[in-house]
């Protein structure tokens, strides 16, 4: 079935970087893309950003762009995200989530979810 | 670009139907058919429910139905039951190519 496991909580500075792994299972990985969206305390989902499992082509919210970046190692095969310039607003539930191969539109199944909090 | 506008709470008793509305603009809701609906029970990952409007994915209940008319989607459940208490919450694509949601609606089975 399909499944996507996510890296464990992280602690950081502001100012600093974090990264979060999404390994996928259970299904064919170039058939699909991957969004990754986020929850603050008690707010609603924000989408960030979408990778292609085909062609490595990314889609980025514009909130982000410029300390975002997500990738993937088809051979594993796992989209892994990078954020940085970290801010306490940045504090949230980060998600991954399959998507559809072309364009973010929807995602029918997601990650656990990663705890990132950002504190001095 | 702000969320799409849901009602805070919605509340119902076991049995009844009940129905949430999803506020956009023609910039979103209403020039495109990727809108879907995600059930969020707390401490877990949203959930899909609806995408393309009305389609409802084969492991979802029936009883979850999804409408658009204008600039306006709508998830109408059926026959409520206690678990279907959770947040819901309204998405869709975008001119811009990126997926917005909405606020968040409270449901509380009675």
């Known amino acids: 079935q399909v499944h996507l496991e996510q890296s464990g909580p992280e602690v950081k500075n502001p100012g600093a970087s974090v990264r979060v792994s999404c390994k996928t299972s259970?299904?064919?990985?170039?058939?699909?893309?991957v969004s990754w969206v986020r929850q603050a305390p008690g707010q609603g989902p924000e989408w960030m950003a979408w990778i292609s499992g085909k062609h490595g082509k990314t889609m980025y919210g514009q909130k982000f762009q410029g300390r975002l970046t997500v990738a993937t190692d088809s051979s594993t095969p796992t989209v892994y995200m990078d954020l940085r310039g970290l801010k306490s607003d940045d504090t949230a539930v980060y998600y991954c989530?399959?998507?559809?191969?072309?364009?973010?539109?929807?995602?029918?199944?997601w990650g656990q979810g990663t705890l990132v909090t950002v504190s001095s | 670009q702000s969320a799409l506008i849901q009602p805070a709470s919605v509340s119902g008793s076991p049995g009844q139907s009940i129905t949430i509305s999803c506020s956009g603009a023609?910039?979103?809701?209403?020039?495109?058919?990727?809108v879907c609906w995600y059930q969020q029970h707390p401490g877990q990952a949203p959930k899909l429910l609806i995408s393309?409007?009305?389609d409802r994915p084969s492991w979802i209940s029936p009883r979850f139905s999804g409408s658009k008319s204008g600039d306006t989607a709508s998830l109408t459940i059926s026959a409520l039951q206690t678990e279907d208490e959770a947040h819901y919450y309204c998405?869709?694509?975008?001119?811009?190519?990126?997926?917005?949601f909405g606020g968040g609606t409270l449901l509380t089975v009675l």
């Open positions: 393309d409007v009305s």
């Open positions: 998405a869709s694509y975008t001119a811009t190519g990126a997926p917005l």
């Open positions: 023609t910039s979103d809701i209403g020039d495109y058919v990727f």
């Open positions: 989530g399959r998507d559809l191969m072309g364009s973010p539109s929807f995602l029918d199944h």
């Open positions: 259970g299904y064919t990985f170039s058939r699909y893309g």
